[in-house]
């Protein structure tokens, strides 16, 4: 009686799931459809991956250049700031002359 009733719910569980999964190997057109989203999301992350790509390349030269200016700026700001202190001492040198 019990291999009885073991063998019942066994021959159950395989026909639920035998009924649960499809009776053919073939695709449905709800799985084929599911399958072409996720496709065309799949494609459309590669893409939009492939631009984030780009864009980072592209920011980085940017910055590149940026820093490149920043350096450039900074040397002719010491330049300038040598120039005005040379000047400047020029200046006094020449007013302590004057005054003597």
Request: net charge negative; hydrophobic share 35%.
């Amino acid at each position: 009686m019990k291999r009885t009733g073991l063998l019942g719910l066994l021959l159950v569980f395989v026909v639920a799931l035998v009924m649960g999964t499809g009776c053919t190997k073939y695709a449905s057109d709800e799985d084929l459809q599911m399958l072409e989203e996720q496709r065309n999301a799949a494609l459309s992350a590669e893409q939009s991956l492939e631009d984030c790509g780009d864009e980072t390349s592209r920011l980085e030269r940017l910055k590149a250049e940026k820093q490149a200016e920043l350096q450039e700026a900074r040397a002719e700001k010491q330049m300038v700031k040598r120039q005005l202190d040379e000047k400047s001492s020029k200046d006094a040198m020449e007013f302590d002359g004057e005054g003597k």
